[in-house]
């Protein structure tokens, strides 16, 4: 499967973004779709993700409430929204996919074979 993240950019703090990430290449519909996030100086770690066949969805604990992965099924594409961005979510934001995890393993950057390219998103104060 191929992975297009976009949609980054600068925003204040208090706005919002949505990042997309549009897969192509197989049947998705098999897939775990999930965003992780790399600020500077800091691990990759874990903002959301979503099931592909069921429509479940899992975030993290900074992400919930604030932050909403939602798929748009003709388009192939899952979207992040965001929302009170504070500067601390500035970080490279970047999508995986992932054919055969468990859930209790959601949260593992390993488990994703599949990565498309990082998006920005800075937030300024």
């Known amino acids: 499967v191929q992975l297009q993240a976009s949609g980054g950019g600068l925003v204040q703090t208090g706005g919002s973004l949505r990042l997309s990430c549009a897969a192509s290449?197989?049947?998705?519909?098999?897939?775990?779709i999930a965003w992780f996030r790399q600020a500077p100086g800091k691990e990759r770690e874990f903002v959301a993700a979503i099931r592909w066949s069921s429509g479940y969805t899992y975030y993290a604990d900074f992400a919930e409430g604030r932050f909403t992965i939602a798929k748009d099924i003709a388009k192939s594409t899952v979207y992040l929204q965001m929302s009170s961005l504070t500067p601390e979510d500035t970080a490279i934001y970047s999508c995986a996919g992932s054919s055969s995890l468990i859930t209790s393993s959601i949260r593992d950057s390993r488990q994703y074979a599949y990565w498309g390219q990082g998006t920005l998103v800075t937030v300024s104060s």
């Open positions: 290449g197989v049947n998705i519909r098999r897939y775990y």
